[in-house]
């Protein structure tokens, strides 16, 4: 006797389709559900508003993977690092796992930069590339940290090169060892239902040879993590940038591009000056926007700044810089204000209506760690850098 089949059953329609989904599924934690109700993107901020402003989205973004590369002495670690304390500063309960695969982070430029170091792990260097990422994707699933941060992805060595002759030949192991781990952490970020960390990887570049024509250089470690990445930003150190103070080099200026950006609109570019002794100037970066953006004017002798409906009077365009210096719920206000206005525009587009008075004189603008014209008169710009 021949044997029936069990006929296959079809759904039809859309809301049918989503009812049998959710019990079929229910178990897994994964739902259907419309556009609408799907919750936005929560960003970190850190620090720099044209940094935050360009990506799309406010900040570095929880629950994705972002890869910062570059080349050696750029501010790979130290743009990462710098977001960490500002976050930290700005908010409560913010929590970082750190594997230091490169063994080069002191604990003592930590405390330098501002971070607070009970909040702070760091996974020292010695395990395989293979155990790092089973660490990464544990450290996900724990819902415990807020960053995770990978430094250096190059660094990792998988498990057979490590434990094999050093002229052996190992093709391509670094790069399947990528391929299955990232792929693995993007899976488990998908899975959660709150907002995961934010893993960032900082990487390093190489040059490809026998290129005659493009782009010689590229990023180690395959390519999974230029398609799984969300963000990608290339840094770079600006030429003849470099600050001293009485004749050791105490900053440089970064210059930082948005290569890939699923989140808002690509290929952002700006730049920031980053203090070795003090990390992120945010202050000098909130006056330089509302700067650009004629969020003050002078009327008579006194300075007006209009933020959204609230104005506030100040003597001197100093005593808006002093306000953010020392009032920390002034500071994040206005930086949150900023953010939402203008993110994800260039500088210049969706500028404030110019306003009737005079413009503020560059000479009235104060002068800040690092510039020419600053209260420490020692500072000056090498330009033989």
Known sequence: MAKEHKKKVIIKGRQA????????????????????QKKGIQSIPTGILSFDAATGCGGFPRGRVVEIFGPE???KSLLSLCAVAYAQKMGEGVTVLYFDVEGGTPTEWLITLGINLDDFDIVEAGLTAEQNYDAMVAAIESGAYTYIIVDSLAAMVPRAELEGEIDANYMATAARASSKGIRKIV???????????????????RIKPGVMFGNPEDTPGGKALKFYAAQRYRVNPKSQSQVTANGDVI?????????????????????????????????????????????????????????????????????????????????????????????????GEDA??????????????????GEEGADDDNVSEDENS
């Open 17 to 36: 389709f989503r009812d049998a989904f959710q019990a079929k599924y229910k178990t897994e934690g994964v739902v259907v559900q419309t556009a609408s």
């Open 73 to 75: 002495s750029s501010g």
């Open 187 to 205: 899976a488990t970020l998908g899975a959660l239902k709150d907002d995961g960390p934010c893993c960032i990887f900082i990487n390093q570049v």
């Open 251 to 347: 900053g440089h200026t970064i210059e930082i591009k948005n290569k890939k950006n699923k989140l808002g609109p690509p290929l952002r570019e700006g730049e920031f000056f980053i203090n070795y002794t003090q990390g992120l100037d945010t202050v000098k970066s909130i006056m330089t926007m509302i700067k650009s953006r004629k969020m003050y004017i002078k009327k008579g002798q006194k300075y007006i700044l209009t933020i959204e409906d609230e104005v506030m009077e100040f003597d001197t365009v100093s005593g808006i810089r002093d306000e953010l210096l020392t009032n920390d719920n002034f500071q994040t206000k206005i930086y949150n204000i900023l953010i939402s206005k203008y993110i994800g525009t260039f500088d």
């Open 352 to 369: 404030m209506s110019e306003p009737e008075d005079d413009s503020i004189p560059d000479d009235e603008f104060p002068k800040f760690s």
